[in-house]
């Protein structure tokens, strides 16, 4: 079975930064409305996937879960591993190092303050599907226009051969 990951459509992403907020929920342990609020005090809000906004067009950046993923191997201590269809990093062992980070081709993964007493004082944090149970993705729940689904590279293939079959057809 292929990787599962957050695919993004653009054209229906309204920026409005949700998803974000959802994240950074889920992984503190808050409601929507609380985290809202400890923004607004200035706390920080560390969420796993960044909106990005190129020409016209927004939508949010996350790990795609890559089925051959650069970040598995760069790991010097193996504490990222394939696990229920997706990649999943054991933050509690990371040392910090950044190799994960810097192998990335999404850019990923974010070095965030550790809570740990590891010698770099970061940890790796990415998109770890909110624990990979389906239909528990935060962002995706949160999406007021739909634009986030969690669907597997085989399906994603089938998108874009589809897209390209559309495309060859507006040209024809």
């Known amino acids: ?4 990951f957050i695919f993004a459509d653009a054209t229906k992403c309204i920026g409005c930064l ?3 907020l959802a994240c950074a929920a889920s992984h503190m342990g808050v409601d929507l409305e609380q985290a809202y609020e400890m923004g607004l005090k200035g706390m920080e809000l560390i969420h796993r996937n960044t909106v990005l906004k190129v020409a016209n067009l927004t939508a949010p950046m996350q790990c795609m879960q890559c089925e051959d993923a650069p970040c598995v191997k760069a790991c010097p201590i193996d504490i ?3 696990e229920n269809n997706y990649v999943k990093i054991y933050e509690e062992d990371c040392i910090g190092c950044r190799s994960c980070a810097i192998v990335c081709p999404f850019g990923a993964i974010v070095m965030a303050k550790s809570e740990s007493q590891n010698v770099s004082g970061l940890v790796a944090l990415k998109c770890d599907l909110c624990g990979g149970v389906e239909g528990e993705q935060a962002c995706v729940n949160v999406c007021p226009t739909d634009a986030l689904e969690l669907i597997d590279y085989d399906e994603y293939k089938i998108r874009k ?9 507006q040209h024809a």
């Open 1 to 4: 079975m292929a990787n599962k």
């Open 18 to 20: 949700n998803c974000e």
């Open 80 to 82: 990222i591993k394939y």
């Open 161 to 169: 051969q589809k897209a390209a079959f559309e495309r060859l057809n």
